[in-house]
């Protein structure tokens, strides 16, 4: 109780793989008595770009920042649902970003929202990064699917350990801001295997969140990715 949950989501098939991902983390959480939001990006026709509508103030600092638009909208119930302020260590809430993976990395769609949510002076200060970011005390969770399967993933593997993927999303954005990471969920090529394979790693999501509060976040330092 007292939890909360930011579902961000970017998958346009509510009968994908990632829509069943999606329905069982909200099914779950719901059940804890989490409180569960969801951006289902696609359906809100999130727009991803961080144009000049963006932009107030003096054009020269050329900053985004939130306006009365869906950024607004979409900020607003992010930034003080997920990320309140003051930071309260007694109110845990968890980023919980769900997507396939496009071209090593995430949906533009979601790459947007990154952009145009984690605005500066909100997210992040140049001043106070990592440990010492503006978003501490909250967690991050990115839960994907691939289309290779995790033999392709591994160090030695033709696309390389999976980790180098993660570095920019955990590192550059989430630890950036100061928000911990907790080890992410792969499922790997669910297109590519048999249905039971496919049962079975869904079953295996019910059962991480059965005990995701009491997961200690991963190191998320350089040696972690690179090592
Ligand atoms: P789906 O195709 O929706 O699902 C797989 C199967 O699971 C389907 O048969 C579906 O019916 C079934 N299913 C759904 N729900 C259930 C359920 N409840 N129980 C049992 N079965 C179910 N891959 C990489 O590895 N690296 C890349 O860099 C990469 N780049 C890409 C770039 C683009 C632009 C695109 C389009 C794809 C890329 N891919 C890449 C592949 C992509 O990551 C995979 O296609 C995607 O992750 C598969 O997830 P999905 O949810 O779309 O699967
Ligand atoms: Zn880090």
């Known amino acids: 109780p007292g939890k909360k949950v930011l579902i961000v989501y970017a998958h346009q098939e509510p009968k994908s793989f990632n829509g069943s991902l999606l329905k069982i983390a909200v099914e779950e959480l719901t059940k804890q008595g989490c409180s569960v939001t969801v951006s289902d990006l696609y359906a809100m026709q999130f727009e991803p770009r ?43 809430s968890v980023f919980l970003g769900e997507f396939p993976l496009f071209w090593f990395s995430m949906p533009a769609i979601l790459k947007g929202w990154m952009d145009r949510v984690l605005v500066q002076g909100f997210a992040y200060d140049l001043s106070k990064a990592y440990d010492g970011g503006l978003l501490q005390d ?33 590192h550059g954005i989430m630890h950036f801001c100061g928000v911990k990471v907790l080890e992410p969920h792969i499922c790997y090529a669910p297109e590519n295997v048999s249905e039971e394979k496919r049962k079975e790693m869904l079953t295996a999501w019910t059962q991480r969140l059965k005990t995701l509060w009491k997961e200690v976040p991963i190191d998320c330092s350089p040696q972690w990715y690179f090592k």
Do not use: C
Request: no cysteine.
């Open 138 to 170: 909250k967690l991050s969770l990115f839960s994907f699917t691939t289309g290779g399967s995790q033999e392709l993933y591994s160090k030695e593997g033709i696309s390389g350990d999976i980790r180098y993927v993660l570095w920019p999303m955990q």
């Open 50 to 92: 961080a144009t000049r509508n963006d932009i107030v103030g003096e054009t020269s600092q050329k900053r985004p920042f939130s306006k009365p638009s869906d950024l607004h909208q979409e900020a607003e119930k992010s930034l003080p649902e997920i990320f309140p302020r003051p930071n309260n260590p007694n109110s845990q």
